[in-house]
Nanobody, 124 residues
């Protein structure tokens, strides 16, 4: 089964950009849905973006629509999250997750595989 590992986090000024990557040991297509979640201190983990691996379609949370882009590269076994126009409210630990469900669940318990997380800090 695939194992996930995030990278690309760091500190950036508001308005800047970061690109997160999620590396999988297997083919991304073996999971029907790949997702990025984030969790800020004291808050629940929330879904940011989904990608339907077998169709290529994507869905975004309202809070990041127009600023973030999720993509997959099956040749490299990676899923990326390009984050532009970052805001301080985007500060969180970001997690990559995989689900066998083609419905792309919004609940965290719908995902059976997670990365360790990568920290994103946006300063004013």
């Amino acid at each position: 089964q695939v194992q996930l590992a995030e990278s690309g986090g760091g500190s950036v000024q508001a308005g800047g950009s970061l690109r997160l990557s999620c590396a999988a040991s297997g083919y991304i297509a073996r999971s029907a849905c790949m997702a990025w979640f984030r969790q800020a201190p004291g808050k629940e983990r929330e879904a940011v973006a989904f990608i339907y691996t077998r169709s290529g379609g994507a869905f975004y949370a309202d809070s990041v629509q127009g600023r973030f882009t999720i993509a997959q590269d099956n040749t490299k076994n990676t899923v990326s999250l390009q984050m532009n126009s970052l805001k301080p409210d985007d500060t969180a630990m970001y997690y990559c997750a995989a689900s066998p469900s083609a419905l792309c669940p919004s609940r965290v318990d719908g995902y059976n595989l997670w990365g360790q997380g990568t920290q994103v800090t946006v300063s004013s």
